[in-house]
């Protein structure tokens, strides 16, 4: 997929305000996502305190579905596959592209994860997944590298129908 680009000009918004600063606790991929599904349901974002009990909730259920689709999920995951998903169940574990994967199943909603290109100054689109539950209105996470995901801000209506159109 080749990298598509937003400018920051046209966010209207200074790049500090694109995403919220989910803590770095083991938990920040499923509290990313999780607060991306209340913004995309339109719903208000959870509190610190039901972020935490969703994100664990996400992790466990994530976890189900891995070893509901074992035959098309273990040749990649890493290691020993029981143990890998033992693993992900503990809440300080590091979630990354595989438990996005299964999110999005969990979930049956699209999830995009955005990065900010430091070259060419602008957000892009590095990895998007549950393409087959639709393309519209994705849950949007800003991944900046070094295993942190974080949530990407609810974008006025203009806006997301520009990143709509655009990508």
Known sequence: MPFRCLKLSSLAM???DLSLGIPGDGRCL????????CLRAGKPPPSESQEKE????????????FIKRRADTE???????????????????WGGEPELLMSSHVLQVPITVHMWD?????LKIIA????????????RVLYHGYGHYDAL????????SKLNKRW
Not at 118 to 122: D, G, H, L, S, V
Not at 128 to 139: A, F, T
Request: glycine residues 8%; hydrophobic residues 30%; aromatic residues 10%.
């Open 14 to 16: 200074p790049k500090s």
């Open 30 to 37: 499923f509290r990313s996502v999780v607060h991306g599904a």
């Open 54 to 65: 969703l994100a664990d909730e996400l992790r466990a259920t994530v976890a189900d579905e």
């Open 75 to 93: 040749w990649f995951v890493e290691g020993d596959f029981d143990t890998y998903v033992a693993q992900m169940r503990q809440p300080h574990v």
């Open 118 to 122: 430091k070259k060419k100054n602008c």
């Open 128 to 139: 998007e997944y549950g393409q087959e539950y639709g393309k519209e209105n994705p849950i």
């Open 153 to 160: 801000q609810s974008l006025s209506g203009g806006l997301q």
